[in-house]
């Protein structure tokens, strides 16, 4: 107990820094438009979220939850292990990325592209992403919704606003783009399984969302038309997504 103690104010204390370096470097960008060591804050994330997976998070109760509010049990059990366990190695990634980015944005995306597919590995531990799985039963309406109106929003926002025949870059990051719309349609799916905490549910769900809109706005100002304040806007957005993503967790607890 005083382990777990110890552990937990660890954990809250390297989030407050992330936090505070995150306003920090915020107001400096403000101040003389320059980003400082912004790649801090998603540093400390990653090393949050290694101490809560193996030093604060009961690995018996997270999986009898996750087995309890499975919809499909009958037809396969999910590996709720592997969302533990690729959590914390895509936010590591997702900060390797961050690091190697500004040098290169070919090797940084990327990179990020094995932070997404990490990040859908993982949710595949909880939720159940096998088409024939997934599209039938319970949420088949959700899962089917989900998955057109995304698909169509992303397609619409590559095809209006990011492509460019004169830019072959803007072909290179379809397979970006694809990885990334799959992980967000399985947060959304996720929120289906209503047997489960919805605050778990829709934290999951927003901080998806939040990477896919922090990512459109780099790829708009990068691609089409630089953006007011965008490296603010960018930035601020995906800190709260990999926090989200990561600290849903703690809301996981099942209705029962």
């Given at each position: 107990m005083i382990m777990?103690?110890?552990?937990?104010?660890?954990?809250?204390?390297?989030?407050?820094?992330?936090?505070?370096?995150?306003?920090?470097?915020?107001?400096?960008?403000?101040?003389?438009?320059?980003?400082i060591f912004w790649q801090v804050a998603s540093i400390l994330i990653s090393v949050a979220s290694l101490l809560l997976r193996f030093f604060f998070i009961d690995i018996e109760k997270f999986s009898s939850i996750?087995?309890?509010?499975?919809?499909?049990?009958?037809?396969?059990?999910l590996k709720s292990k592997r969302f533990l366990n690729l959590m914390p190695t895509a936010m590591v990634t997702c900060a390797?990325?961050?690091?190697?980015?500004?040098?290169?944005?070919?090797?940084?995306?990327?990179?990020?592209?094995?932070a997404q597919l990490?990040?859908?590995?993982?949710?595949?531990?909880?939720?159940?992403?096998?088409?024939?799985?997934?599209?039938?039963?319970k949420i088949k309406y959700l899962s089917i919704i989900s998955t057109i109106g995304i698909t169509v929003i992303i397609l619409n926002i590559y095809l209006l606003l990011l492509y460019s025949a004169e830019d072959f870059t803007?072909?290179?990051?379809?397979?970006?783009?694809?990885?990334?719309?799959?992980?967000?349609?399985?947060?959304?799916?996720?929120?289906?399984?209503?047997?489960?905490?919805?605050?778990f549910r829709l934290v999951l769900c927003l901080g998806a969302t939040l990477f896919l809109i922090s990512d459109a706005i780099?790829?708009?100002?990068?691609?089409?038309?630089?953006?007011?304040?965008?490296?603010?806007?960018?930035?601020?957005?995906?800190?709260?997504?990999?926090?989200?993503?990561?600290?849903?967790?703690?809301?996981?607890n099942s209705k029962k």
């Open positions: 777990l103690k110890k552990s937990l104010i660890l954990i809250i204390f390297i989030t407050i820094a992330a936090f505070t370096w995150e306003f920090i470097s915020i107001m400096i960008y403000l101040l003389i438009g320059v980003l996750i087995t309890e509010t499975d919809l499909y049990s009958k037809k396969k059990m390797l990325a961050d690091i190697i980015i500004p040098f290169s944005f070919i090797t940084g995306m990327l990179i990020f592209l094995i990490l990040f859908i590995s993982a949710f595949s531990g909880i939720i159940h992403i096998n088409p024939k799985i997934a599209f039938s039963g803007t072909i290179l990051i379809i397979p970006y783009i694809v990885v990334l719309t799959i992980m967000v349609i399985i947060t959304f799916i996720g929120l289906g399984y209503n047997s489960r905490s919805l605050r780099l790829a708009y100002n990068r691609f089409n038309t630089p953006i007011n304040y965008a490296h603010l806007w960018i930035g601020g957005l995906y800190f709260l997504a990999i926090f989200f993503l990561q600290f849903a967790i703690l809301f996981a």
